[in-house]
């Protein structure tokens, strides 16, 4: 097992081969996202001014595409993605990785499960309870065993999983002997690993201008809150110089002031306090006579 393992690793960078260069196309779009969030998520910390330009410069931007790899495009419908030859080796490269992992496991299982099929081998020091015994007696089907009885199928999967930190100290971390990869690869068969960063998981590109449109309106609809609002203040409610009540009215005023500025400028609303004042006028006339 650990052989195989330290083989797997060496052919799998031999398959790596030289480490691609970033696309900056790629990376700005990538970039450009991470910054809106990076702007929804800690606009407390820059003033209200500043946060309002760097959104209504994100949204322009979202809304024409300026971040796209290819600006003009936007709206256009995608091709074919199986002539892109940049998707195509993607998935070549993915395919690869994931042969190497799921091709020795499977032979090895094949064989022990074929010569060694209920084959009992160790027999553990310390006494199990019976839920045990499907996890440690796979290929063995009998009920009057002892739990700690393990067989081969099982301790084969003991040693799989069990030897990672023996590869980490021979292979260092982030090594190709890893049996959760393997048994990730042999979930989604080799499709979904060759998915890269615009590419969805089932390993289609992106359409990075939906995504930016939806960014957009997550960016619209979120409101500036300067963390640093009557700082002062609530300095001095902490340390008990002022009442808590203080804050209440802070926030009450400035609740009422948004109202205030939002209200409607229609011209119904604005001929109302008009005609009241224009009928309290001729009432007052009235009384005069």
């Not at 979930?187 to 449109?213: E, Y």
Request: proline share 5%; with cysteine.
């Amino acid at each position: 097992m650990v052989l195989v393992g330290v083989v797997r690793h060496q052919v799998t960078v031999l398959l790596n081969g030289t480490p691609k260069k970033a696309d900056l196309k790629s990376a700005r779009e990538t970039k450009a996202l991470q910054r809106c969030g990076l702007l929804r998520a800690h606009g407390v910390h820059i003033p209200e001014h500043a946060f309002h330009g760097r959104k209504a410069f994100l949204s322009e931007a979202f809304e024409k595409g300026t971040y796209l790899k290819e600006p003009n495009t936007g709206n256009k419908p995608r091709g074919n993605v199986m002539q892109d030859p940049a998707y195509v080796e993607t998935m070549m490269d993915g395919m690869k990785k994931n042969m190497m992992n799921i091709v020795p496991q499977t032979v090895i299982m094949g064989w022990i499960n074929f010569f060694f099929s209920g084959f009992v081998l160790v027999k553990l020091p310390f006494p199990l309870t019976v839920r045990f015994k499907g996890m440690l007696q796979r290929g063995v089907e009998t009920h009057d065993m002892d739990v700690s009885w393990v067989s081969s199928l099982s301790w084969y999967f003991l040693n799989l999983f069990g030897l990672q930190s023996v590869f980490t100290l021979i292979l260092g971390s982030g090594h190709a002997a890893d049996a959760m990869r393997d048994m990730q690869a042999m979930s989604t068969m080799g499709m979904g690993n060759a998915a890269g960063p615009n590419l969805t998981p089932t390993g289609q590109p992106q359409d990075m201008h939906k995504i930016f449109l939806a960014e957009k309106e997550n960016l619209d609809l979120t409101e500036h809150e300067w963390g640093l609002e009557n700082v002062e203040t609530r300095l001095l409610v902490k340390y008990g110089k002022k009442p808590a009540s203080v804050l209440l009215d802070q926030k009450k005023a400035k609740i009422a002031k948004l109202a205030g500025r939002q209200a409607p400028s229609s011209p119904a609303a604005v001929a109302a306090p008009s005609a009241a004042a224009a009928a309290a006028s001729r009432k007052k006339g009235r009384r005069q006579v």
